[in-house]
């Protein structure tokens, strides 16, 4: 159960990083050019999925793996930090990636170039810092 556990956290853990390595270059270029919004749109939503089910995924698996190693008292601290930075990747996306994203969408939907292109810096920069927090949060788990 706990080898079950930890390897179903990891692979959630996985999507939840992997998926985004594409979303930066596919959102610039696409803004760029202007065509195939609806196609960028339709990417995007499926990858918005991925991330809502993998980020859930892993924190619900990580504190199933508390439950089955230390218990919550127990538990180091560096789990703890990771939670921190999980939680973190999730108010980012909630608070800068998102409306950063509904900016581009509108722009793109309105034909609104310059209003796209206005989203797409803070997008990229949201996403990088979450890439950064996971790396934290994947550091906290192995020391
Ligand atoms: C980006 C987020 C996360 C990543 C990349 C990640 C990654 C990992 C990895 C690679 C392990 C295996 C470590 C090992 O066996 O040496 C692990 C274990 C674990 N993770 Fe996470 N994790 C994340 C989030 C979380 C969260 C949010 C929680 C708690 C709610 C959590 C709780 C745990 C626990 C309890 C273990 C088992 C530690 C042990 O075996 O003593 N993780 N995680």
Redesign the pocket.
Known sequence: MLVAT?VI??LF?AA??GHKLLIPRDVRQSVHVMTDGEGLIRRMHRAERLGILSGSG??LS??G??AL??GFAE??VW?YF??A??IG?LIIGALVARPAWNEIKGGIETGDAPRAAAGVKPFTRALALESLL?IV??GS??V
Do not use: D, E, N, Y
Request: glycine share 8%; charged share 5%; aromatic share 12%.
């Open positions: 930890k956290h990891i853990a939840w990083f892993t924190v990580g504190i793996l508390i190693t230390t538990t180091s789990i990771g939670l930075a999980a990747i996971w949060a994947l788990m192995v």
